[in-house]
Nanobody
Framework: QVQLVESGGGLVQAGGSLRLSCAGS????????MGWFRQAPGKERELVAG????????YYTDSVKDRFTIFRDNAKNTVYLQINSLKPEDTAVYYC????????????????????WGKGTLVTVSS
């Protein structure tokens, strides 16, 4: 059974940091490009960061550039999202997802195109 399990969310003050983890089981994440998505209340789920299978290519949405860092440890079957300088507008449920297509690149990663999803971890940023 394929599982992606996120952890590391929580309540943090604005300006703080968190590191989210996504551990895979039942799949070898090195065969996938990986993405971190988030969904805030009343909003659509959006891609915030993506990483190719090797980690050689990354993508960030404009609102998180220079604050978020996605990286992976394929030996641990885990992908991470380091979040710094948190803002209240970062409050959301954060999901990781795996995509078996075009794994060497990070272009065109979409919500609809991902093969597997975790259940999410909640990040709440207080002002």
């Amino acid at each position: 059974q394929v599982q992606l399990v996120e952890s590391g969310g929580g309540l943090v003050q604005a300006g703080g940091s968190l590191r989210l983890s996504c551990a895979g089981s039942g799949l070898t994440i090195s065969r996938y490009r990986m993405g971190w998505f988030r969904q805030a209340p009343g909003k659509e789920r959006e891609l915030v960061a993506g990483i190719s299978w090797s980690g050689g290519a990354t993508y960030y949405t404009d609102s998180v550039k220079d604050r978020f860092t996605i990286f992976r440890d394929n030996a641990k079957n885990t992908v991470y999202l380091q979040i710094n300088s948190l803002k209240p507008e970062d409050t959301a449920v954060y999901y990781c997802a795996a995509d078996s297509n075009d794994i060497a690149r990070v272009v065109a990663m979409t919500t609809q195109g991902m093969d597997f999803w975790g259940k999410g971890t909640l990040v709440t940023v207080s002002s």
